[in-house]
């Protein structure tokens, strides 16, 4: 889920690395078709991106959220909702966003990849600058096992968003009942 920090629009452009956050969930209910399922997870954010280039806040973030999944065939429906505990930096104190994602992804014929659009903001976190909002498009490659790659573009549609980002990842399911 989208969380953490994010800094005073800026008016200048930076290349850099964001700080990278890790998160473990768990499906606490699935119904007998598996077409639905209700999960909750916790999310870290270590703080070892460069702080003075606006790529995070120098300090550790936690978040903890609940998420719905409705599945098809080849369709998925997708709604996280997320608590996020901010770390301040110096000399800036940041409020605690809830963040909200909605998704809708999309199995390709072969079924190996999975194209998914979402739809995602945060409430405040700089007092008089509005939350970020964004659009992303994400590519999912399954591979051998319960492992899986993916390719994230995002363009910002407030201010306080990036205008636009690229993210990369690798998730896996550690245990499977």
């Not at 077409?35 to 978040?63: L, Q």
């Not at 429906?77 to 963040?99: C, H, K, Q, S, T």
């Not at 498009?137 to 399954?142: D, E, G, H, I, M």
Request: proline share 6%.
């Amino acid at each position: 889920m989208h969380g953490g920090h994010d800094p005073q629009p800026q008016d200048f452009e930076e290349f850099g690395l964001a700080d990278p956050y890790f998160s473990v969930g768990a499906i606490v209910y699935r119904d007998v078709f598996d077409r639905n399922s209700i999960g909750t997870f916790v999310s870290i954010k270590p703080p070892v991106a460069d702080e003075t280039k606006g790529f995070g806040s120098g300090e550790w973030d936690f978040g903890a959220g609940v998420s719905w999944y409705r599945r098809t065939p080849r369709n998925l429906f997708f709604v996280e909702l997320a608590y996020w505990a901010l770390g301040d930096p110096p000399d800036i104190n940041l409020r605690n966003p809830i963040a909200l994602e909605v998704s809708y992804g999309r199995v390709l014929d072969d079924a190996r990849f999975l194209v998914e659009a979402s739809l995602w903001g945060r409430t405040e976190t700089v007092e008089g600058t509005d939350g970020p909002v964004a659009i992303d498009l994400t590519l999912s490659r399954a591979l051998k096992g319960q492992h899986s790659v993916y390719l994230t573009a995002e363009a910002g549609l407030t201010e306080s968003a990036p205008d636009y980002s690229f993210s990369f990842g690798y998730r896996t399911r550690i245990w499977k009942r």
